[in-house]
């Protein structure tokens, strides 16, 4: 299994700009996850789906973050307009089902000048 | 204070030494979880437990929800164990995470 598969790797822009970051989950996972983690706060977790419905986005900072699941195989996060302070590496993870163990993403890092 | 707390925050061992990793919630859980982070930044789930003890290898999981800790074990460390230990617990009836500020292990040769 190639397990979850993120891009870009790295990403710098400048802020103000439109940031997409992509996901496909392991085949069969019915739970993906998205997390941010910076020196500052370490791992948060940003939104839940199962079965590709956003099931809990507490975790998302504000109306400048959405994410999406259009199908079982793809999730993207955007963020629009991005921040100096939005820099940090993001993390998809998927998994069976919510306590089943999580499978990582290599993360993207993130860098908003 | 945090609701997941770890100790120690930074840990240096000799090749061959049995490591402990604490940690403590403050939280009702309905699962934690135990995570290990590459020095390239790769993270690996190593244990999601909700009772009792897990077994893989050479590390060793162990969760007391009265007391609410647990602990994660590594005997006969390598060089190839450092890395960044983190717990994560999943709140009880809720679908949110709250994660431990992580453990920084150094396995010296």
């Known amino acids: 299994d190639a397990g979850v598969i993120q891009s870009p790797r790295h990403e710098v822009t400048e802020m103000g700009q439109e940031v997409t970051l992509r996901c496909k989950p392991i085949s069969g996972h019915n739970s993906l996850f998205w997390y941010r983690q910076t020196m500052m706060r370490g791992l948060e977790l940003l939104i839940y789906?199962?079965?590709?419905?956003?099931?809990?986005d507490s975790g998302m900072p504000e109306d400048r973050f959405s994410a999406k699941m259009p199908n079982a195989s793809f999730s993207t996060l955007k963020i629009q307009p991005s921040e100096p302070r939005d820099s940090a590496v993001y993390f998809c993870?998927?998994?069976?089902?919510?306590?089943?163990?999580?499978?990582f993403g290599d993360g993207t890092r993130l860098s908003i000048l | 204070k945090n609701e997941v707390e770890q100790s120690p925050q930074n840990l240096t061992a000799q090749e061959g030494e049995f490591i402990t990793i604490n940690c403590s919630y403050s939280?009702?859980?309905?699962?934690l979880h135990w995570l290990q982070q590459h020095p390239g930044g790769g993270i690996v789930s190593l244990f999601m437990?909700?009772?009792g003890k897990k077994k893989h290898g050479r590390l060793i999981a162990t969760i007391n929800i009265q007391e609410k800790h647990s602990s994660l074990h590594i005997t006969a460390s390598h060089p190839r164990d450092s890395a960044v230990y983190i717990c994560a617990v999943l709140i009880y009836n809720n679908n949110d995470m709250r994660f431990g500020a992580g453990t920084r292990l150094t396995v010296k040769p």
């Open positions: 437990l909700s009772s």
């Open positions: 789906f199962n079965n590709n419905v956003p099931i809990d």
């Open positions: 939280v009702g859980i309905s699962a």
């Open positions: 993870a998927s998994s069976l089902s919510r306590i089943q163990p999580q499978h």
